[in-house]
């Protein structure tokens, strides 16, 4: 986890940045596999990367994050693409 800390919100949040040429849903699904084991346990994920946006794999995020799987352990995840 690059960045830890509570949100405006409260929430315990973790924020994993991605410098790479390719994020694809098995690399996010890996983030939030390894960031359910980060203790103190997060909320919130965020994944940041200065990838173009790629509204398919935001849309698949959304999916993952609406899962019960993974609500039970992270309120959300997001990528967050910053140009």
Known sequence: MD???????????????????????????????QAEEFEPPLQALHIATSLPTDAKLQKEVRIIGSSEEAAVTLARALVAQLQ
């Open 3 to 33: 960045l830890y800390g509570p949100d405006n919100m409260g929430r315990k949040v973790g924020v994993q940045c991605k410098c790479v040429e390719r994020l694809t849903k098995s690399d996010i699904e890996l983030e939030i596999s």
